[in-house]
Structures are given as structure tokens and as C-alpha cells.
């Protein structure tokens, strides 16, 4: 007997949803052209999919000050890889699988920019000294090979009403960060240590 609730074919999902309006089947182009560059230069935000070669997937945020990407030409950006907790997991899967997927944000505008492509890892000085912040040169920095470029309209962002006041919350509402993992892996060690440990990076390792 099949199984009505579980979509398995694209022709049953085509069937489902129906035809793309023109504007989103079209809206794909394979180039940084005037537009994303500049929405690229006005985000302090991305996010940053990859996987691993047997396709686990990781999403992993990226920030700093507006235009810490770089656009270096129509098919290449950098985005410099600052300091952080030293799991590297989105670099490993990079080294497995270099196809990656980015959605760049920009607080206050609800349209977002995706970028799929490929990217490597580049150490080169010549590279890295441009993309220094705070006197801290980066260790390393993605070098992303454009595929896909296309704006994301606003549905997702309207609906959670991301930028407004609607659903913001005070921090206290829920635990400290250390407190939260220590709880979750149950090693016995200490939440206030742990959150320390947190803040101690936030004031010491942010670059």
C-alpha cells in the first residue's frame, strides 16, 4: 500500500505545489552582477551551508561589520574566517566537499540574497592582510566560486517578523549559554565555570 502522507518523486511534488510563477523561475543568474554586489557590501550577516563527503550538512552563522565579504570579481568572493572555537567544522567539510550555499542578511531589510558555489580554503598573506579587523589578520578565508545567485523575497523574514519588535525577548528567558551545555553533554562540570569560559572569549576572542 503506498504511502499518501510521503512525497518520494518530483513529479508527485511538481504535482503538489505546481509551476513557479515566471519571476522566481527566471530571477537565477550564474554572476555577482550590480545588485547583489551591492547587498553583499550592506550585510553584517550570512549564513553558511556545507557538507561533509558523505553528506552530513552543517549551517553555520558568519558576521561582522557591513561588507566583510569581498567581492573580488563577477564569480569570486572572500569571506575571512575570524576567530572562533576551533571545531572548524564547516572548514572540514569544505576540505571533503567544496560546494557550499550562503544567505546573506541585512537587519531591517526583509529580502535575501543565496549564493551556491564552490569554495576553497586560502591562506595566501596577499589574501588575508586586506580582510584584517582590529589589527587581527585571519588564519584563513573562504575563497567562493559563484554558481547561483538569486534574491530571496520577503515571506520568510515577514512572517517571523524578524526585524520587528514582535518576538524579541529578553536574554533571561533563557539560561547562560555554558549553563545550557554543560546540562545538555552531562560531564559533571560546572555551568558557572563554563559560562565564564563563554564570557571570557566574548571579551578576549572576538578577533
Same mark, same amino acid.
Given at each position: 500500500?503506498?504511502?499518501?502522507?510521503?512525497?518520494s518523486?518530483?513529479?508527485?511534488?511538481?504535482?503538489?505545489?505546481?509551476?513557479?510563477?515566471?519571476?522566481?523561475?527566471?530571477?537565477?543568474?550564474?554572476?555577482?552582477?550590480?545588485?547583489?554586489?551591492?547587498?553583499?557590501?550592506?550585510?553584517?550577516?550570512?549564513?553558511?551551508?556545507?557538507?561533509?563527503?558523505?553528506? +552530513?550538512l552543517?549551517?553555520s552563522?558568519?558576521g561582522?561589520?557591513?561588507?566583510?565579504?569581498?567581492?573580488?570579481?563577477?564569480?569570486?568572493?572572500?569571506?575571512?574566517? +575570524? +576567530?572562533?572555537?576551533?571545531?572548524?567544522?564547516s572548514?572540514?567539510?569544505?576540505?571533503?566537499?567544496?560546494?557550499?550555499?550562503?544567505?546573506?542578511?541585512?537587519?531591517?531589510?526583509?529580502?535575501?540574497?543565496?549564493?551556491?558555489?564552490?569554495?576553497?580554503?586560502?591562506?595566501e598573506?596577499?589574501?588575508?592582510?586586506?580582510?584584517?579587523?582590529?589589527?587581527k589578520?585571519? +588564519?584563513?578565508?573562504?575563497?567562493?566560486?559563484?554558481?547561483?545567485v538569486?534574491?530571496?523575497?520577503?515571506?520568510?523574514?515577514?512572517?517571523?517578523?524578524?526585524?520587528?519588535?514582535?518576538?524579541k525577548?529578553?536574554?533571561?528567558?533563557?539560561?547562560?549559554?555554558?549553563?545550557?551545555?554543560?546540562?545538555?553533554?552531562?560531564?559533571?562540570?560546572?555551568?558557572?565555570?563554563?559560562?565564564?569560559?563563554?564570557?571570557?572569549?566574548?571579551?578576549?576572542?572576538?578577533?
Amino acid at each position: 500500500m503506498n504511502d499518501v502522507t510521503q512525497i518520494s518523486d518530483a513529479e508527485t511534488l511538481h504535482g503538489l505545489y505546481g509551476e513557479p510563477s515566471r519571476l522566481a523561475a527566471i530571477k537565477c543568474i550564474d554572476h555577482l552582477e550590480k545588485h547583489a554586489r551591492h547587498f553583499i557590501s550592506l550585510s553584517p550577516f550570512l549564513c553558511l551551508a556545507t557538507s561533509n563527503a558523505e553528506g +552530513r550538512l552543517d549551517v553555520s552563522p558568519r558576521g561582522d561589520p557591513p561588507g566583510f565579504v569581498q567581492v573580488v570579481d563577477d564569480k569570486r568572493l572572500l569571506i575571512p574566517d +575570524r +576567530r572562533g572555537n576551533n571545531r572548524v567544522d564547516s572548514l572540514s567539510n569544505v576540505v571533503e566537499n567544496p560546494r557550499v550555499g550562503l544567505i546573506f542578511m541585512i537587519p531591517g531589510v526583509e529580502d535575501t540574497l543565496r549564493i551556491n558555489g564552490q569554495a576553497r580554503i586560502v591562506r595566501e598573506a596577499a589574501v588575508l592582510e586586506p580582510l584584517t579587523l582590529n589589527g587581527k589578520v585571519p +588564519r584563513s578565508a573562504l575563497e567562493v566560486s559563484v554558481e547561483e545567485v538569486m534574491f530571496q523575497c520577503s515571506k520568510a523574514l515577514r512572517r517571523s517578523h524578524l526585524w520587528g519588535e514582535d518576538y524579541k525577548i529578553e536574554r533571561s528567558v533563557l539560561p547562560p549559554l555554558g549553563h545550557m551545555i554543560t546540562e545538555q553533554v552531562a560531564d559533571g562540570s560546572s555551568g558557572a565555570e563554563a559560562e565564564a569560559m563563554v564570557q571570557e572569549s566574548l571579551k578576549t576572542r572576538l578577533y
